[in-house]
C-alpha cells in the first residue's frame, strides 16, 4: 500500500507534498477530515514497531494537558493517537512495506529515496 497520512491546514505537509511530487498510485487522507482508525494506526505501529514513534510531542494538547510530566505508556500513545489528531506525528508515509515519520530532512529524504526505487 502506498499512503500518506497528512494535515492539510499545516504548512509543514504542504511543503512536504510538493516537494515529493507524489505519485498517483498514492492516497491521501487529510487527518482532520478523515480521522484515523484503529486498524490504520495499527498498521502504522506494525511497520514502525512503536506508538511513541509515531506520537507528535510537539502537539499543543501535549503541552497543555501536561503529559511531559506523566509516564505514558505504549497504550497511551495509541488511545492519545486515536483521540485526537493532532498527536499523530506528520506526515506518516506508507511505501508498500517502509514507513517514513515526520517532517525531518532525514525522514523526507529517506522517503523520496524510497519512492525511486
Known amino acids: 500500500m502506498k499512503k500518506v497520512y497528512y494535515l492539510s491546514t499545516c504548512d509543514t505537509c504542504k511543503k512536504i507534498l510538493k516537494e515529493l511530487q507524489l505519485p498517483s498510485a498514492y492516497i491521501l487522507q487529510d487527518i482532520k477530515q478523515e480521522a484515523i482508525t484503529e486498524p490504520q494506526l495499527q498498521e502504522m505501529y ?18 497543555e494537558r501536561d503529559l511531559k510530566s506523566q509516564s505514558l505508556l505504549e497504550e497511551d500513545y495509541k488511545n492519545l493517537i486515536l483521540e485526537h489528531y493532532t498527536f499523530l506525528k506528520r506526515p506518516v508515509i506508507i511505501n508498500n512495506d517502509k514507513i517514513f515519520i515526520g517532517n525531518s530532512k532525514k525522514s523526507v529524504e529517506a522517503a523520496k529515496a524510497s519512492m525511486n526505487e
Open 46 to 63: 506494525n511497520l514502525s514497531g512503536s506508538y511513541e514513534a509515531l506520537f507528535s510531542k510537539r502537539a499543543r494538547l501535549y503541552k
